[in-house]
């Protein structure tokens, strides 16, 4: 029973253009939502997250939508650049006051810049 | 700025012994996860802790993980009687919570410990 789920396991992308990433989630405790990025053989790298009382957080190149409704958020990167090319993973979590807090994953999206 | 660090980074062990892999924390942070990762698929929580406290540890795989915080600084993980379901990437994380912060968890991960069980 998947809980934070990214249906498109790959995207390619054009560099210069926009990059979309999506995912969906069905628990309804969730409150929290990060996106991480990851290169082969290392760790993953906290890009930027958004709480459930926002629907925007951008940071620079990147921006995170919220549609708590739909239980559905989206990860935009523009301008895409070959060096984005990685494994973006989505994460929630409850809020702190609700207890344990650890990251439930998606299985990620492998994103590949083309230049 | 040091990051989390993990050590060792590969570890190939033979079925059957044990092995034990060690996490240093960003500094401030209170707060550790350990995580495992297979092929094409997510982090998967194990267990963490809040200072030394093990805070939760129902996750952990089976009676062969187990892992401490001693003094709150780094933290063990161990394998006991390793199987070949057991090679994995095992992830580190750390974050700092509690009054004064926001209500969010924000983790931050080290490199990791790629173990291969033969």
């Known amino acids: 029973d998947q809980q934070v789920k990214q249906n498109s396991p790959s995207l390619s992308v054009q560099e210069g253009r926009i990059s979309i990433l999506n995912c969906d989630y069905t628990n309804s405790m969730f409150d929290y939502f990060l996106w991480y990025k990851k290169y082969p053989a290392e760790g993953p790298t906290f890009l930027i997250s958004i709480s459930s009382i926002k629907d925007k957080n951008e940071d620079g190149r990147f921006t995170v939508f919220l549609n708590k409704s739909a239980k559905h958020l989206s990860l935009h990167i523009v301008p895409s650049q070959p060096g984005d090319s990685a494994v973006y993973f989505c994460?929630?979590?409850?809020?702190?006051?609700?207890?344990?807090?650890?990251?439930?994953f998606g299985k990620g999206t492998r994103l590949s810049v083309i230049a | 700025d040091t990051g989390v660090s993990q050590d060792p980074r590969h570890k190939i062990t033979k079925r059957g012994q044990n092995v034990t892999f060690r996490c240093d924390p960003i500094?401030?942070?209170?707060?550790l996860y350990w995580y495992r990762q297979t092929l094409g698929q997510g982090p998967e929580f194990l267990t963490y802790f809040q200072n030394e406290a093990q805070l939760e540890k129902s996750r952990l795989l089976s009676d062969r993980f187990s892992a401490e915080r001693p003094k709150g600084s780094f933290s063990t993980l161990e394998i006991q009687r390793t199987e070949q379901g057991d090679s994995a990437m095992y992830l580190c994380?750390?974050?700092?919570?509690?009054?004064?912060?926001?209500?969010?968890?924000?983790?931050?991960f080290g490199p990791g410990t790629r173990l291969t069980v033969l």
């Open positions: 994380a750390s974050s700092l919570v509690g009054p004064g912060t926001e209500e969010t968890d924000t983790q931050y």
């Open positions: 994460a929630a979590s409850p809020f702190l006051n609700s207890g344990n807090t650890p990251l439930v």
């Open positions: 500094s401030e942070h209170n707060r």
